[in-house]
């Protein structure tokens, strides 16, 4: 009841702050503004930085990374239009919208609350030379997270705190890491996709960095006086859309709803029978590369979770099999990437089920019901793709109506 009122009472003070200016896309983040390129009277350091009346390390102005990213990020704040903690992103005053509402749900989920519905829709498309299913996961009501990458105040959780698949062949569950804001994204701006650093930062004895960063980059700024959207409606790259990168402007100037958009198909519309679509299906709608360029990021603490195929068990150099990760499901080479199944920042999706409710961690036998950062209830994100029974007839569609099956 509680969390319920802090959110009605931070909903309004939003509303009502909404009047303060937000900053421009980036904010303090914009690489240039920070590295001296534009010269020496930068403004951005003052916005987190205390000289001598510093609160945290790193002469920060709040007691912790976390704290000071949620000044501007959090339930409450103005200086930045996404709301990393409830899982909203809201429109900027002056650049298209009314300030203070929202624009739609956060494609990563949230910290203490997400938006990630259950699925609406089946349809079936022809895929790899077999059918799959593809259910639609759409934008529903905020709900609390049962799984978060940082366990805060907020949402309660209690993470073990583990690099699942982190270090060598045979080196355990992955080992004990504290992981903060910071440790995922370079706030001063780098130039990389959401300012992500190349090679994350946890801190943890043990921890094993990869070898070689992965390229995640992204395209310019939007038009001055915009801001990106970071929401779960997106649209395709051309020729299928009009344009990989869809502004906050675009957004309400094509009248979309805040609980339009689809986590598991990311741009509107989506279609299964058009050309590439699978290939577009991405945040930034860029074909091929978004995948490839974010499993390769994700791998780079989730060690041991990189695979070529689900039939050769995972060996060190001496050829001995990992006795925890030792098969790994498809994720390169025409595998499933990992934000197809995943969230980065937190789910809310439920695992009352049997063997999804009582799921062990690796290497251990204490049993969770956290989500994972999945975007399907239980373990329907397998049958997102999957028909092991083999029953479902070619060019057949047995989902609800509309028929046919595009969602």
């Given at each position: 009841m509680r969390r319920w009122a802090l959110l009605i009472i931070g909903g309004a003070v939003w509303l009502v702050l909404a009047a303060v200016p937000a900053l421009a896309d980036g904010g303090p983040h914009v690489l240039t503004n920070n590295n001296g390129s534009l010269g020496l009277n930068a403004d951005g350091c003052a916005g987190c930085h205390r000289a001598h009346t510093a609160q945290g390390p790193y002469l920060i102005k709040a007691a912790s990374d976390e704290a000071l990213c949620l000044t501007c990020h959090g339930a409450i704040a103005t200086g930045s239009t996404v709301d990393v903690m409830t899982g909203v992103q809201y429109t900027l005053r002056g650049a298209g919208g009314v300030g203070g509402t929202q624009l739609g749900a956060l494609r990563g989920g949230g910290f203490d609350l997400a938006r990630i519905g259950a699925p609406a829709r089946l349809t079936y498309e022809r895929a790899a030379g077999s059918y799959s299913q593809r259910p639609k996961v759409t934008v529903g009501p905020p709900l609390p997270v049962n799984s978060a990458h940082l366990a805060l105040p907020e949402n309660g959780l209690t993470n073990p705190g583990i690099a699942w698949g982190n270090?060598?062949?045979?080196?355990?569950?992955?080992?004990?890491?504290?992981?903060?804001?910071?440790?995922?994204?370079?706030?001063?701006?780098?130039?990389?996709?959401?300012?992500?650093?190349?090679?994350?930062?946890?801190?943890?004895?043990?921890?094993?960095?990869?070898?070689?960063?992965?390229?995640?980059?992204?395209?310019?700024?939007?038009?001055?006086?915009?801001?990106?959207?970071?929401?779960?409606?997106?649209?395709?790259?051309?020729?299928?859309?009009?344009?990989?990168?869809?502004?906050?402007?675009?957004?309400?100037?094509?009248?979309?709803?805040?609980?339009?958009?689809?986590?598991?198909?990311?741009?509107?519309?989506?279609?299964?029978?058009?050309?590439?679509?699978?290939?577009?299906?991405?945040?930034?709608?860029?074909?091929?590369?978004?995948?490839?360029?974010?499993?390769?990021?994700?791998?780079?603490?989730?060690?041991?979770?990189?695979?070529?195929?689900?039939?050769?068990?995972?060996?060190?150099?001496?050829?001995?099999?990992?006795?925890?990760?030792?098969?790994?499901?498809?994720?390169?080479?025409?595998?499933?990437?990992?934000?197809?199944?995943h969230v980065a920042h937190g789910s809310n999706t439920p695992m009352a089920g049997t063997f999804s409710g009582a799921f062990a961690y690796p290497g251990d036998a204490t049993t969770s019901g956290s989500s994972r950062l999945l975007k399907f209830t239980n373990r329907g994100t397998c049958q997102a793709c999957h028909d092991p029974t083999g029953t479902i007839a070619a060019g057949a569609y047995t989902g609800p109506d509309p028929s046919p099956g595009v969602p």
């Open positions: 270090g060598a062949n045979g080196s355990g569950a992955g080992p004990a890491v504290t992981l903060g804001c910071a440790s995922c994204h370079n706030p001063h701006g780098n130039g990389m996709y959401r300012i992500l650093n190349p090679i994350p930062n946890p801190i943890g004895t043990g921890f094993v960095a990869a070898a070689t960063p992965a390229n995640v980059t992204d395209a310019a700024l939007p038009l001055a006086g915009d801001t990106r959207n970071y929401t779960v409606i997106q649209t395709a790259a051309a020729p299928i859309g009009p344009g990989y990168l869809l502004t906050a402007n675009q957004v309400t100037a094509g009248g979309y709803s805040p609980t339009d958009g689809d986590y598991f198909h990311r741009y509107v519309p989506w279609n299964a029978t058009s050309a590439g679509s699978r290939a577009y299906d991405a945040p930034n709608g860029r074909p091929a590369t978004f995948g490839v360029q974010m499993g390769a990021w994700c791998t780079t603490c989730h060690t041991r979770y990189t695979s070529f195929d689900a039939f050769t068990p995972r060996q060190d150099a001496l050829g001995q099999d990992d006795p925890i990760y030792r098969y790994q499901h498809q994720t390169v080479a025409g595998g499933a990437f990992c934000t197809t199944c």
